[in-house]
């Protein structure tokens, strides 16, 4: 994809991004229809299906060549990430959404022949839009985010993640993640894997770690915090891969081998 | 208390809270000299002391008969409660202060012989203030808070607390917090607790929980949760003790009673 292709597309999904935000935020206090989906907590509201529908249709008007995998089923079923591939969660962190009216985000995440050109997170309540293109930095607004410390040590950093590591489940021992609560210098748990990875970009937090996303999920993040040195694996080292669910470790490079060794003491 | 009076102190304290505020939203990028207290992640800084002193400087001198039970150590050393006191907390959540420059607050509580009279929480970055004064409600910045969702039911409730809860501790069962971390639909780790308190009243986590908190981190908070039907007890439902370090449950009033039972299967 050149320079000028990739610079018309980042600035169509910035556009659609902050045209569906503006709609959400207007419409926050609106009565919601929540059902729930895999589970009782797996939430999801008909603005999340009409907020994909609403990228589906500008996306397939806009670009008809292009493919679409969304988180509510409105996009295509594809089996290769060949051409350009626009990968789209419409509200991550459904349940802040529904709970809290607040800290959610809208991500879209743009790959070409598998590669993430265009990754945005748009924390909607908050007006906040992290976005990056491939090879050219990230922002937050219009500021450029620095690089991330490189300095940072394990014992000083703050992670991501939610209790389940620390309840028995099929990936680590709990005893393992016990230990390593203790080691780091604090955890958080925010609700919205897009505000992670925007959180990691921006250096507020320096790890973060998740047991099973779809693409959806991660696929811009993984590249707005690749512009700043952030590195996005499985919770192995593998990479991940955009067409699945994958465990998720995202981290300031200079963190990721202490990281890996840490958990694989008690891998399953 | 008259009404005139707590009116008088109310202003007063809002003011200065606005006042250091301001002042530490202006000095965020300045450069911090950290320490650390009772362990490697216990951190404070010139701006915790910095700003403690200040508010002392201003209670003394305005109010030179009223107490005050400080997190830095400027106030004074009480063994009671009677008459007046102020219970300062000059930067809860100095963690977020210093690696994430937000989700810090000021929180200041003013006790009338014992009783908590008004309840200030400062969210310095978002310039959010939570306030209340006694029997008159409580608000987020200019917007009364509505009272608490009466219909909440555990599996669908969001709870704030640590991942410590879920490693060996010498309070409950780490098994049982597992269950309770099942049990609910979803758990969020802010670092503040303070702030946890504003997010309980405000509705949009319905309890909070942990392990060891002083009086410092609660005293504002208790105030404003009462307000909106929130209930703050220790993890067994006995009543705070603002003089010494506590375990804290507060929560929707509706939801007490369950939270306390599920913790009792694991207490030690």
Redesign the interface.
């Known amino acids: 994809m050149n320079a000028e292709m990739l610079k018309e597309i980042y600035t169509k999904a910035r556009q659609w991004v902050e045209e569906a935000g503006h709609y959400i935020r207007t419409n926050i206090d609106n009565p919601l229809t929540v059902d729930t989906k895999s589970n ?2 797996d939430l999801v509201t008909t603005m999340d299906q009409d907020t994909e529908s609403f990228f589906v249709s500008k996306i397939k008007e806009t670009y008809p060549d292009h493919s679409i995998i969304g988180e509510e089923g409105y996009g295509d079923k594809l089996t290769t990430l060949e051409g350009t591939v626009w990968i789209i969660d419409p509200i991550d962190g459904t ?1 802040n959404f529904v ?4 800290n959610f985000a809208i991500s879209v995440g743009v790959y070409h022949n598998g590669i993430g050109v265009i990754g945005l997170i748009y924390d909607v309540m908050a007006d906040v839009l992290y976005h990056a293109k491939r090879n050219e930095g990230a922002y937050k607004n219009d500021k450029k985010l620095n690089p991330l410390n490189k300095e940072v040590v394990l ?1 000083e950093a ?1 992670v991501g ?4 590591w ?3 489940n099929r990936l680590v021992e ?1 005893e393992t993640m ?1 230990q390593f ?2 080691k780091v ?7 919205s894997a897009a505000l992670e990875f925007a959180f990691l970009s921006e250096g ?2 320096d790890g973060y770690l998740t047991m099973s996303l779809s693409p959806w999920d991660i696929a811009a993040g993984v590249v707005i915090a690749g512009e700043v040195g952030g590195t996005a694996t499985n919770i192995d080292g593998q990479p991940l891969n955009m067409l699945e669910k994958n465990s998720v470790l995202v981290c300031n490079s200079n963190l990721q081998k202490d990281i890996i060794k840490f958990i694989k003491k008690g891998r399953k």
Chains 1, 2 share one sequence.
């Open positions: 009782p907590n349940m709970h809290q009216k607040r014992e703050i993640m939610n209790h389940f620390l309840c028995p709990e016990q609560v203790r210098r604090g955890t958080r748990t925010y609700g507020i937090i």
